[in-house]
């Protein structure tokens, strides 16, 4: 794909921010006729054809743009949306106007890393969907441009900190304080499965014989595919039905995994480390197309193990449990008074949940490029297990799988054309 001068001006300028100049948020320059920061952060979504649409909704800045590369898509957007917010096909045009503060990513998984790191190095602050990026090793890359521009970064998911969780009947609150103060004893299982699993995306996967198609005159399928390996069109491959596919996500595990996980990882006190063990029960995988798998266990250093059980057969199984007491879906418990015991507990550390906040006072969001790195690698550890069907044992200081290189060529996978993460 060629570059007209305007992209080679927009990646001269993303090198400086990367060499370490960092850009100064345009709110918090002022000027003649400025006015004041509360009335002025601005945003733009990438990817418009699902999730995106839902962005348009949101209250966080005023939307200026929207961008995607199907025209039924970014049309339907810009209805919703309506005077004052323009349209894109190709987003480096999006990240090119100086205009905006925030940029809105949910386009698939296979654009997040490339798209956040490009987007922090323009100078705008990001707000991506889940997962987080579709590799671990974009992940790391997410997280050092974030780092090395000082930009902002907001997860889109939000059960560490509101909200009622999966078949809880409680937010993660009263979890979190049962846990930190020693009510359930230590190591501790978590296990996700029934109404808090993944069960009903559980047939989330791609077809094995998938035949060519023409492609449709309103998308850019050359675009839409990006980074990812050139195969011939199917529709199935894109819109509602890429997650199928290991090329773009890893079905519903891709899907749903970090809503479930992270919360986890807050819960267990553990987004400084990731498992060290992750052990697969499922069918043998196709390389292109997202099979099904049955459990997935993942064992940290001391003990602790989160089991997600694709199956729904542990419909019995407490949500979380240790050596002194166990808590179920509903919040049922094995110790008696826990609420009126976790009532009289101190309340975990406050979190900034308001990521307009963050934009102004260049505060951390709540979860951000650092623990939501974190919940996401252990998805990918997940869905790189399913893929080669073997349990895997990995380092959690290096990131890295231990003593296996086919395992460990999965976590920077190549990139195709003028597609680069650095």
Request: hydrophobic share 35%; proline share 6%.
């Given at each position: ?7 080679r ?14 850009i ?20 733009a ?5 699902g ?20 025209q ?19 987003f480096r045009d999006v ?12 386009t ?5 890393g ?11 602050d ?12 974009e992940?790391k890359?997410?997280k ?8 902002m970064f ?13 078949g ?24 996700i ?8 995306k559980?047939y989330?996967?791609g077809?094995?014989n998938?035949?060519?198609q ?20 199917n ?5 509602q ?9 890893s ?41 099904t ?45 826990l609420r ?20 102004i ?9 650092d623990?939501g790195?974190?919940s996401?690698?252990i ?13 895997l ?30």
């Open positions: 794909m060629k570059q007209d001068n305007s992209r001006d927009f990646f001269k300028k993303t090198l400086a921010v990367t060499a370490g100049i960092t100064v948020p345009r709110f918090v320059l002022g000027g003649s006729g400025y006015t004041a920061p509360s009335d002025q952060l601005t945003r979504i990438i990817g418009v054809g999730m995106g649409k839902v962005h348009i909704h949101y209250t966080d800045a005023r939307l200026l743009a929207v961008c995607d590369v199907d039924n898509h970014l049309k339907e957007a810009l209805d919703i949306a309506g005077s004052g917010v323009k349209g894109y096909s190709d990240l090119n106007r100086p205009d905006i503060d925030i940029i809105h990513i949910a698939p998984p296979h654009w997040h490339i798209m956040s790191a490009m987007a922090a190095r323009a100078g705008k990001v707000w991506c969907e889940k997962p987080m990026t579709r590799t671990i090793g992940g890359k997410v050092e441009a974030i780092h090395a521009t000082g930009r907001r997860l889109n998911t939000w059960f560490r900190f509101k909200d009622i969780f999966y809880m009947g409680t937010t993660v609150k009263p979890l979190k304080k049962a846990v930190s103060n020693g009510l359930l004893g230590w190591p501790l299982t978590v296990t499965s029934g109404i808090t699993g993944f069960n009903w559980f989330w996967v077809k094995t998938l035949q060519p023409p492609i449709p005159k309103v998308l850019d399928y050359n675009m839409w595919l990006g980074p990812a390996p050139l195969k011939p069109y529709k199935h491959r894109v819109h039905t890429f997650r199928g596919y290991w090329d773009y996500d079905g519903g595990l891709g899907d749903m995994g970090q809503h479930y996980i992270d919360p986890v990882q807050y819960i267990l006190n553990k987004d400084d480390e990731s498992p060290v063990k992750v052990e697969v029960d499922a069918p043998q995988q196709d390389s292109d197309a997202v099979g798998w049955r459990r997935i266990t993942y064992t940290y250093k001391d003990g602790c193990r989160i089991i997600l059980d694709g199956e729904n057969r542990d419909k019995d199984a407490a949500y979380i449990e240790g050596p002194k007491g166990k808590i179920y879906k509903g919040f049922r418990s094995t110790i008696p008074n009126e015991k976790l009532d009289r507990l101190p309340d975990p550390a406050p979190q900034l949940i308001d990521f307009r906040k963050s934009v006072t260049r505060k951390k969001f709540a979860l951000n490029e623990n790195y974190r996401c690698t998805v990918n550890m997940g869905a790189i297990a399913v893929r080669l069907g073997r349990n044992e990995f380092d959690s200081e290096k990131q890295e799988f231990i003593n296996d290189d086919e395992a460990n060529r999965l976590i920077n996978q190549p990139m195709r054309g003028e597609w680069k993460m650095d």
